[in-house]
Every structure is written in structure tokens, then in C-alpha cells.
């Protein structure tokens, strides 16, 4: 099975941008765990970052076309932006929301996402390892699709 991580602005700094918040894994780290990841679980793992909000709506679209599962952390855009939030709606594979953060503990800004309301389910605040659960969980529910 093909899945994309598709991560959003400014997790391309990971590894740089406030460690005591995001860690210290970088975004070519991230990847390349996560397709070793994918590897054993038997998934093709294509791990991709953007900072413009057009080039992720493209990729959305190209799950969607293509039925492929998503994994997503949305970033900043999860707060505001419906047209990604319209674009994950459209998506018909299992997709899943990640947040490196625990966004509920965090400014009042952070709490609400306007992505999550079209997503298979969210793992938040559990770091990087959200990542692995969220592939973990797609290749458990191609195996199960009932679950
Ligand atoms: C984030 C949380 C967002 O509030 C923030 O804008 C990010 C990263 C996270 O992974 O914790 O850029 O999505």
C-alpha cells in the first residue's frame, strides 16, 4: 500500500524550530525513519513537507484521485484553513491527523482544528512516534477494513 506523510508549514525547521516544543529529530530524519517504518510494515512511505498551502492542496487531491491513505499534520493551517480542511474531506482512504504537540495545553489558538471534523481519527502531544501509530493504524485497518 502507498501512504503519504504529508506535513505543513514550517516542519520542514524540525529539528531547529523550538526543540523543547517539536524535538530534535529533523524533517530528513523524520522521513527516513518513517519509511524504514513503513518497510517493515509493509507500506511505500512517501514522506513529504511543504510551506504553501496550493502545493498541499494539490497532494490532497492526488490522494483523493488515487484512494491512497493519508497521514496528516496540518500544522499552523489546522486552525484556520477550510480549503485544506475541504480538501481532506474529499479524501475516501483512511486519513489521520497528527500533532507532534500537545495542541489542547497549549494558546487558546491551537485548541480548535478545522481539519479534524473530516479525518479517520487524530493522535496528538505523543511526538514523532504519532506518526509511527498513525502508519501502524493504516496498515491495521487494510488488513481489517471493518475496524
Ligand atoms: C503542530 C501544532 C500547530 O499548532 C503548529 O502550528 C505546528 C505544529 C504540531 O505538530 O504540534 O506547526 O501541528
Given at each position: 500500500?502507498?501512504v503519504?506523510v504529508?506535513?505543513g508549514?514550517n516542519?520542514?525547521?524540525?529539528?531547529?524550530r523550538?526543540?523543547?516544543?517539536?524535538?530534535?529529530?529533523?524533517?530528513?530524519?523524520?522521513?527516513?525513519?518513517?519509511v524504514?517504518?513503513g518497510?517493515?510494515?509493509?507500506?511505500?512511505?512517501?514522506v513529504?513537507q511543504t510551506?504553501a498551502?496550493?502545493?498541499?492542496?494539490?497532494?490532497l487531491?492526488?490522494?483523493?484521485d488515487n484512494?491512497i491513505?493519508v497521514?496528516i499534520?496540518?500544522?499552523?493551517w489546522s486552525?484556520?484553513?477550510?480549503?485544506?480542511?475541504d480538501a481532506v474531506?474529499?479524501?475516501?482512504a483512511?486519513?489521520i491527523?497528527?500533532?507532534?504537540s500537545n495542541?489542547?495545553?497549549r494558546?487558546?489558538?491551537?485548541?480548535?482544528?478545522v481539519v479534524?471534523?473530516?479525518v479517520?481519527?487524530?493522535i496528538?502531544?505523543l511526538g514523532?512516534?504519532g506518526?509511527d501509530y498513525?502508519?501502524e493504524?493504516?496498515t491495521?485497518?487494510m488488513e481489517?477494513?471493518?475496524?
Open positions: 500500500t502507498h503519504l504529508l506535513n508549514p516542519l520542514g525547521r524540525l529539528g531547529r523550538e526543540p523543547q516544543i517539536y524535538g530534535t529529530l529533523t524533517h530528513a530524519a523524520l522521513r527516513e525513519h518513517l524504514a517504518v518497510h517493515d510494515l509493509g507500506l511505500r512511505v512517501d513529504r510551506d498551502e496550493a502545493q498541499m492542496i494539490d497532494w487531491h492526488e490522494a483523493a484512494r491513505p497521514v499534520n496540518p500544522a499552523a486552525h484556520y484553513s477550510i480549503a485544506i480542511a474531506a474529499q479524501l475516501e483512511p486519513a491527523e497528527v500533532h507532534l495542541i489542547a495545553t494558546e487558546e489558538f491551537r485548541h480548535h482544528s479534524s471534523a473530516y479517520t481519527g487524530t496528538i502531544g514523532a512516534s506518526y498513525a502508519l493504524h493504516i491495521a485497518l481489517h477494513p471493518q475496524e
